[in-house]
Structure formats: C-alpha cells, structure tokens
C-alpha cells in the first residue's frame, strides 16, 4: 500500500513556475513508477509525467515538454513536478499517482494509488 500527499500548488502568472511535491508513505515506493495526472473542469484527466524508481528514466506528455521536470528521491520518497513557463492551459488540479514495479505508465486506469490532487491555476 502506498499513501500519496500533493503540495505545492496556488495561484501564478503566466510565464510563472511552481514546484509540487509528492510525499509517500507505506511500502513499494522505491519501486514504484511514478506519476503526475492533470484534470481541468470539464476534461478527463491526463497524463504529464511519469518517472522510474531508477531516478533517470522519465516520460513526458508533448504539452510539457521542455517546460516541466519530474524528479523523485527515493531516500525522502517525494516525487516532484518543477513546472516553468507556465500557460493559462496548465490551470487544472494535479494528481500524484503510483504503480508498483511497471514501467512506463502512460494511462491512468494502470495507476493503483492516487493522492487527492493539488490545485494549479495559471492567469494570464
């Protein structure tokens, strides 16, 4: 079981950066994939970012990137999303999720854990 808690979002201008972080608690995060979701009003939730528990390898979504860094330390089991140059279309809640020894996870139905999101609103 794998216990997931958002941080990090609020309120920023456009071309703005925010930092989220992902605390886990429980057992399997060292081998966990790690993910980043978004749903914005009225959209279903989409893939960001994905990172492997080897801390190197990492996927991303064509909308961010170049723009959005996952990171993760396994010895603190945080996962991050350093997101810059930030759009008016990045404004939805942030969802962490994870999946135990899989590698990569693009689709959110593959994801067993999910945090309860963290709201991220871009004005412009």
């Known amino acids: 079981q794998v216990q997931l808690v958002e941080s990090g979002g609020g309120l920023v201008q456009a071309g703005g950066s925010l930092r989220l972080s992902c605390a886990a608690s429980g057992r399997g995060f060292s081998r966990a994939c790690m993910g980043w979701f978004r749903q914005a009003p009225g959209k279903e939730r989409e893939f960001v970012a994905a990172?492997?528990?080897?801390?190197?390898?990492?996927i991303y979504a064509d909308s961010v990137k170049d723009r959005f860094t996952i990171s993760r330390d396994n010895t603190e089991n945080t996962v991050y999303l350093q997101m810059n140059s930030l759009k008016p279309e990045d404004t939805a809640v942030y969802y962490c999720?994870?999946?135990?020894?899989?590698?990569?996870?693009?689709?959110?139905?593959?994801?067993?854990?999910w945090g309860q999101g963290t709201q991220v609103t871009v004005s412009s």
């Open positions: 990172i492997h528990w080897n801390t190197v390898s990492s």
């Open positions: 999720a994870a999946e135990l020894g899989r590698w990569p996870i693009r689709e959110s139905k593959e994801y067993d854990y």
